[in-house]
């Protein structure tokens, strides 16, 4: 079965403009999460989505956003980037987004913002 | 609100090592509680998990018993190999919080051959 896969991988950007980054979940798993990674702040919840509809979401500005695909598939989306926006996007699956349930994550996309 | 706190590194250790990264947390529930390892280059990988007091994960070596009364779950491995090094993470999952994992800020071990 194949893994969580995000693309890009790697992807640079300046201040203000925007970027979109998907995330193809496990075959089956309809959750799928969103977290921030960066050497100050760790890794934080950004949203998770289940059956195309946002059913957590962390505590980041309006200008990260997602959505979901009728086949689980999810992208997120940050406007007006900036330099703070610097970090691993890590995406994770499973089956329904119990509390029970492991997570499984991508490998991850590095944002870079110059 | 809900909150991880686990010792900060790094650690270096020798190879074949004890190891112990202590990990406590604050939930509003009854929370899992889960160890993420993160190689360097990669996305996070679940290492162990535990769902009720007094369970104990275990996986590759590694041991971490959920301790309610003192709301913790320290990783612990035996003999550390230098294939270990890596980022650990504790985090935890609670079914009355919003965020599907809380994480600690992460430990970076190194074992040296």
Same mark, same amino acid.
């Given at each position: 079965?194949?893994?969580? $896969? %995000?693309?890009?991988?790697?992807?640079?950007?300046? &201040?203000?403009?925007?970027?979109?980054? /998907?995330? !193809?979940?496990?075959?089956?798993?309809?959750?799928?999460?969103?977290?921030?990674?960066?050497?100050?702040?760790?890794?934080?919840?950004?949203?998770?989505?289940?059956?195309? $509809? %946002?059913?957590?979401?962390?505590?980041?500005?309006? &200008?990260?956003?997602?959505?979901?695909? /009728?086949? !689980?598939?999810?992208?997120?989306?940050?406007?007006?980037?900036?330099?703070?926006?610097?970090?691993?996007?890590?995406?994770?699956?499973?089956?329904?987004?119990?509390?029970?349930?492991?997570?499984?994550?991508?490998?991850?996309?590095?944002?870079?913002?110059? | 609100?809900?909150?991880?706190?686990?010792?900060?590194?790094?650690?270096?250790?020798?190879?074949?090592?004890?190891?112990?990264?202590?990990?406590?947390?604050?939930?509003?529930?009854?929370?899992?509680?889960?160890?993420?390892?993160?190689?360097?280059?990669?996305?996070?990988?679940?290492?162990?998990?535990?769902?009720?007091?007094?369970?104990?994960?275990?996986?590759?070596?590694?041991?971490?018993?959920?301790?309610?009364?003192?709301?913790?779950?320290?990783?612990?491995?035996?003999?550390?190999?230098?294939?270990?090094?890596?980022?650990?993470?504790?985090?935890?999952?609670?079914?009355?919080?919003?965020?599907?994992?809380?994480?600690?800020?992460?430990?970076?071990?190194?074992?040296?051959?």
């Amino acid at each position: 079965k194949a893994g969580v $896969t %995000q693309t890009p991988r790697y992807l640079i950007k300046t &201040r203000g403009q925007q970027v979109t980054l /998907s995330c !193809s979940p496990i075959s089956g798993h309809r959750s799928v999460s969103w977290y921030q990674q960066t050497p100050g702040q760790g890794l934080q919840f950004l949203f998770e989505y289940f059956s195309e $509809t %946002q059913r957590n979401k962390g505590n980041f500005p309006g &200008r990260f956003s997602g959505r979901q695909f /009728s086949n !689980s598939r999810s992208e997120m989306n940050v406007s007006t980037l900036e330099l703070g926006d610097s970090a691993l996007y890590l995406c994770a699956s499973s089956f329904l987004g119990g509390v029970l349930e492991t997570q499984y994550f991508g490998p991850g996309t590095r944002l870079l913002v110059l | 609100g809900n909150s991880v706190t686990q010792m900060e590194g790094p650690v270096t250790l020798s190879e074949e090592a004890f190891l112990t990264i202590n990990c406590t947390y604050t939930a509003t529930g009854y929370p899992s509680l889960f160890w993420y390892v993160q190689y360097p280059g990669e996305g996070l990988q679940l290492l162990l998990k535990a769902t009720k007091a007094d369970d104990k994960g275990s996986n590759k070596g590694f041991e971490a018993t959920y301790r309610k009364e003192t709301t913790s779950f320290h990783l612990e491995k035996g003999s550390v190999q230098v294939s270990d090094s890596a980022v650990y993470f504790c985090a935890l999952s609670d079914r009355g919080g919003s965020e599907k994992l809380v994480f600690g800020k992460g430990t970076k071990l190194t074992v040296n051959p």
